[in-house]
């Protein structure tokens, strides 16, 4: 895990990679990578790499990047980790054997001698990188399905500038910071900005699933050579013949296998443990794996002791359960409150969901752990959100009067228009459904949307909300979402909440605010070798498919995890940042007092990073 940038600039035009600011690029992001540094300025001067180093596998000197293969034709730096490398060695013209690492790095280096981007989708990992390949004069930028690493690109004048962080690419002090209105939109709209776009209209990020170009001709369209959408379709047309037993086992092994490679690691692995199902299945898998010396964290805070908020009784329950190395960390109000300004320093751009990830990370750095597992993603792989009945009932109870000409429009000025001399107050999708229900991408916006398009004047103005919204055509973009169609209710929601919620606010969530710590954070859930063996036994499936995880250890897990009621793992946010009492419903839906507060304090434009 680490951090990289790169400069290209093949413009004869253009003058060649400015050295100094390829370094202030790179230590911007010294907290992704404190074990070690590297540079490499091309020849010509046209291409630079650099990169930050947290070593997890191959710890020796000779893994540091970024690396150039043996005959100097190809360098590399790279984020991430690839856990099938061994197995990749084989397809090496020598079986690997002239390699002069053990590291995946290497591995992936030759590897695209061997096979070019074509080995993309039999790498199992997370990464993004970027490889200079000196005699085509290009460079390759890629990044795995699901988004896990990010990768950030800044193109124009004649350069391409790349970074693990948006902060990283505007301390290089080249980029402008000029705030892009769909990124400031798309944040309010859904409480992270989506991909593609930044906050920032000179940077975008590189899609999940995809790889581009830097050469002579600047930066290339981004290709997909993959995507969930598609993967789920796939299983749809094939979906596997089998008994519930069968699925069952199918699905254990599966499941299995995913934690088995995501152990692989040259250092200590620990886990984020909570109360619930799903991490404490990884934990369950990652002892039938072989983890013999697993360390568990689990976070509490002051305000929830002795609440049914509380995750440390039942948390301690499981580690001692399954035999594991537990601490748990209790965090006070005023401990959080001093801790957090680094938040808002650490987060590279707006979310509202990502305290719990930073305090949680913190603890694990604290204990001495590199790597950790989490149980993110099982919710979306395996259908545990309110999305996945309230989407396809939204559709078939709104979808035909929704495609009425004018009547969603009309019933939605006659909600806004009595809204206002309502006593009670109730939320402002209530007179959004009929409008917004018409299909799956639309019932899909307004089921997940945290503030709606008519009330973005009001918060960023009329011009920044009218040109946010042009630009970032927030249900185009989840219709791109499934493409190809899945044709059933159950995948389209898993393709749109993959994709979305969980790439564009838990994962990139979980990168920074563990990277802040130096902190390595692995998802077996989250994974592309892993969906596709669920999928087609997860298609005729019956009943709630969540069951499928809890079942997979060889060790049942504890019967009161089982009866704990599903709380999620949350920080008291409202109560410590905007001075709620506890148990109160707050003076605002959901998160948005938080938004408006997170954004009036961290990312607007006047005194914003």
Not at 123 to 149: C, H, I, N, T
Not at 181 to 189: S, Y
Not at 516 to 538: F, I, N
Not at 587 to 594: A, E, K, N, T, V
């Amino acid at each position: 895990m680490c951090g990289i940038a790169a400069i290209v600039g093949f413009d004869p035009r253009q003058p060649g990679v400015d050295r100094d600011e390829l370094l202030r690029i790179r230590d911007a992001m010294h907290a992704r990578g404190p074990d070690g540094s590297g540079c490499w300025v091309s020849p010509d001067g046209r291409v630079g790499l650099a990169h930050r180093r947290l070593a997890i596998i191959d710890l020796s000197d000779a893994a540091a990047q970024p690396m150039a293969s043996a005959d100097g034709r190809r360098v590399i730096t790279f984020n991430g980790e690839i856990y099938n490398y061994r197995e990749l060695r084989a397809l090496l013209p020598d079986g690997g054997a002239s390699l002069r690492t053990t590291s995946d790095t290497e591995v992936l280096l030759e590897l695209y001698a061997a096979l070019g981007t074509d080995m993309l989708p039999r790498l199992r990992g997370m990464f993004a990188f970027a490889l200079y390949d000196a005699p085509a004069r290009r460079v390759l930028l890629a990044r795995d399905l699901y988004g896990v690493k990010p990768l950030y690109v800044a193109a124009g004048g004649g350069t391409v500038r790349v970074a693990s962080q948006v902060r990283a690419l505007l301390a290089g002090g080249r980029v402008a910071r000029r705030q892009d209105p769909a990124g400031v939109v798309g944040f309010f709209l859904r409480g992270s900005v989506p991909e593609p776009f930044t906050l920032y209209a000179a940077i975008r990020a590189l899609p999940a699933g995809s790889f581009a170009w830097a050469d002579e001709n600047g930066l290339s369209e981004p290709r997909a050579y993959a995507s969930i959408a598609a993967i789920l379709a796939d299983a749809v047309r094939e979906p596997a013949a089998v008994s519930e037993e069968e699925r069952v086992e199918g699905m254990r092994r599966a499941f299995l296998d995913s934690v088995r490679y995501h152990l692989v690691a040259d250092v200590r692995v620990g886990a984020f443990l909570s109360s619930g199902r799903d991490s404490t299945a990884i934990i369950g898998l990652a002892r039938d794996a072989g983890a013999a010396d697993l360390k568990t964290v689990t976070l509490a805070f002051t305000e929830y002791q002795g609440t049914s908020r509380d995750e440390a009784p039942l948390a301690e329950e499981v580690a001692r359960y399954y035999g594991t190395d537990h601490t748990t960390r209790v965090i006070s109000k005023d401990e959080f409150q001093r801790e957090f300004p680094k938040v808002i320093q650490a987060m590279d751009q707006p979310t509202v969901d990502a305290v719990n990830s930073y305090f949680v990370s913190r603890a694990v750095a604290e204990v001495g752990i590199k790597v950790a597992l989490s149980g993110t993603g099982g919710d979306e792989l395996l259908g545990g959100y309110f999305t996945y009945w309230k989407v396809p009932l939204a559709v078939r109870l709104w979808g035909i009067p929704a495609r009425v000409p004018g009547l969603g429009d009309a019933v939605l000025a006659a909600y806004r228009a009595l809204a206002p001399k309502r006593s009670v107050r109730v939320s402002p999708k209530s007179g959004a459904v009929i409008k917004y229900a018409r299909d799956y991408p639309s019932a899909y916006f307004v089921l997940r949307a945290m503030y709606m398009p008519w009330e973005l004047p009001a918060i960023v103005g009329e011009e920044v909300a009218r040109e946010g919204m042009r630009r970032l055509d927030p249900i185009g973009l989840f219709a791109a979402g499934l493409d190809p169609d899945p044709g059933r209710a159950f995948e389209r929601v898993v393709a749109l909440d993959s994709r979305f919620y969980m790439k564009d606010q838990l994962l990139r969530d979980i990168d920074w605010a563990s990277m802040a710590h130096s902190l390595e954070v692995r998802v077996p859930l989250v994974e592309a070798h892993l969906l596709r063996a669920a999928a087609p036994l997860l298609v005729r499936a019956r009943g709630d498919r969540k069951r499928y995880l809890p079942a997979s250890p060889s060790r049942p897990l504890p019967a009161a995890v089982f009866t704990r009621k599903k709380t999620g793992f949350s920080v008291p946010l409202r109560q410590w940042v905007l001075g709620e009492k506890p148990g109160s419903k707050g003076s605002d839906f959901g998160m948005r007092g938080w938004a408006r507060r997170l954004y009036d304090m961290a990312f607007r434009p006047e005194g914003g990073i």
